[in-house]
């Protein structure tokens, strides 16, 4: 059974955040000092989704950025105000019946900041920072590659060659030149936040009223890998 295999990764990813939160108290007090300038005491540095443990059928993978205070306070990812939006959008277009049990949230990087450009500012974790990428995309991999579900990866500012994110790029061009199929059933979108996510998905459907809410979320797509 499929779900038996997207169990083992979560209890990877589960395990290897506690690693990498064990093995790097620098990490964790670097962080710490960060969230201070904020004003807020920090739980978790390099956080796990724990909403992960409630999956049942999973129908999406949904990737953000990454973990924010919200986030890294409750141990679930996409719960703050973008993760509202991201389960309504889910919910108001019969997507899914239940967000948690059949859609596996991840993030570029399990680092927490409460900005995701704060990650610029921990500059003596570069390393960690670009693991950190690199194990995320291949989380999300893995998993595309174990179901049947589509990944769709939002906020793609940052998800370039140059960008933030370019090792999670790279990671990701580097899997699917393995196994070209999975390009096709890969997404990519603006961020839930500032309702950006639905700009660009009702832009399509006022341009197209006649084609299905699914159709339209294809057609909305960016494409971020190029020819």
């Known amino acids: 059974m499929f779900m038996n295999r997207i169990q083992d990764l979560v209890q990877n990813f589960q395990d290897h955040i506690s690693k990498v939160n064990s093995e790097n108290p620098d990490f964790f007090e670097s962080v710490a000092n960060l969230c201070r300038t904020y004003g807020y005491p920090l739980s978790n540095a390099a956080v796990f989704n724990k909403n992960l443990l409630k999956l049942k059928d999973l129908k999406y993978i949904l990737v953000a950025d990454n973990p924010g205070v919200t986030e890294q306070e409750e141990e679930c990812y996409l719960v703050g ?8 959008i889910f919910k108001n277009n019969s ?4 967000f948690d049990e059949e859609v596996a949230v991840l993030n570029k990087t399990f680092i927490h900041t409460k900005s995701t450009l704060d990650l610029k500012k921990l500059k003596e974790f570069k390393d960690l920072f670009i693991d950190s990428q690199v194990f995320m995309a291949n989380l999300a991999v ?7 579900c589509e990944l769709w990866i939002t906020g793609c500012s940052e998800l370039t060659e140059k960008g933030l994110f370019a090792a999670y790029l790279k990671t990701l061009k580097e899997r699917c030149a393995e196994n070209p199929v999975l390009k096709k059933r890969i997404f990519f979108y603006p961020h839930f936040s500032f309702g950006n996510f639905s700009k660009n998905l009702n832009s399509v459907r006022a341009a197209h009223p006649e084609i299905s809410v699914r159709e339209a979320l294809k057609a909305a797509s960016m494409n971020i890998f190029g020819k």
């Open 81 to 88: 105000k973008a993760g509202k939006t991201a389960r309504n």
């Open 95 to 98: 997507l899914v019946s239940d």
């Open 142 to 148: 893995d998993m595309l590659e174990n179901s049947s």
